[in-house]
């Protein structure tokens, strides 16, 4: 069983930034990539994007991209999600994952192990 807890979400203005975290424990070595995916009230969750666990590789949804990075500290089992130029469109409860299976992968039904997501609201 892998655990994941996402932290850091909250109340931003347009064009402001967050930074999301995710703490992962137990079987860690079971991972092989990392995801994060958002649900916004009355839609399906999304995908965001996904790193592998050990790195260089790395995906986004094309309305992230150039605003929303994922990184990685493998020492302290830690993945990130750095938001920047937030729009209200991105309001959402943002979730990380925890995935097993190879290649990297982008669907809600590929991940195994989920967090119990955390709310990021943007304000216009």
């Known amino acids: 069983q892998v655990q994941l807890v996402e932290s850091g979400g909250g109340l931003v203005q347009a064009g402001g930034s967050l930074r999301l975290s995710c703490a992962a424990s137990?079987?860690?070595?079971?991972?092989?990539?990392m995801g994060w995916f958002r649900q916004a009230p009355g839609k399906e969750r999304a995908f965001v994007g996904a790193?592998?666990?050990?790195?260089?590789?790395?995906y986004y949804t094309d309305s992230v991209k150039g605003r929303f990075t994922i990184s990685r500290d493998n020492a302290k089992n830690m993945v990130y999600l750095q938001l920047n130029s937030l729009k209200p469109e991105d309001t959402a409860v943002y979730y990380c994952?925890?995935?097993?299976?190879?290649?990297?992968?982008?669907?809600?039904?590929?991940?195994?192990?989920w967090g119990q997501g955390t709310q990021v609201t943007v304000s216009s």
């Open positions: 790193t592998k666990w050990s790195g260089g590789v790395t």
């Open positions: 994952a925890a995935s097993s299976a190879i290649p990297l992968r982008t669907t809600t039904d590929d991940y195994q192990y």
């Open positions: 137990g079987r860690t070595f079971s991972i092989y990539g």
